[in-house]
């Protein structure tokens, strides 16, 4: 079992920078792939950002060159560093985990937080 707590949403105006943090508890966090996901509200569960080695990482279209995702073993925490914001970029942000390879289909994750909200003003 894996348990995972975001942190790190916010308000913030388009061109500002977010820091989302995503604390795993529980199982061997090392071996596990992670991801953060986004859902606006009338709208799927979207995928964003993937991670399962240091630089086995992968990105939606939608961010690419604007998010960086991480993890720090140590702290069995995975970041979501959000740089130039647009409004678009407005959900509720979600990280999940999974065993295995990092996937973009969001049923394929076992494991999910909560949410954080990002709201993010034109």
């Known amino acids: 079992q894996v348990q995972l707590v975001e942190s790190g949403g916010g308000l913030v105006q388009a061109g500002g920078s977010l820091r989302l943090s995503c604390a795993a508890s529980?199982?061997?966090?090392?071996?596990?792939?992670m991801a953060w996901f986004r859902q606006a509200p009338g709208k799927e569960r979207d995928f964003v950002a993937s991670?399962?080695?240091?630089?086995?990482?992968n990105y939606a279209n939608s961010v690419k060159g604007r998010f960086t995702i991480s993890r720090d073993t140590a702290k069995n925490t995975v970041y979501l560093q959000m740089n130039s914001l647009k409004p678009e970029d407005t959900a509720v942000y979600y990280c999940?985990?999974?065993?295995?390879?990092?996937?973009?289909?969001?049923?394929?994750?076992?494991?999910w937080g909560r949410g954080t909200q990002v709201t993010v003003s034109s």
């Open positions: 529980g199982r061997t966090f090392s071996s596990y792939a």
């Open positions: 999940a985990s999974r065993r295995g390879t990092t996937v973009t289909a969001p049923a394929l994750y076992d494991y």
């Open positions: 991670i399962r080695w240091g630089d086995d990482t």
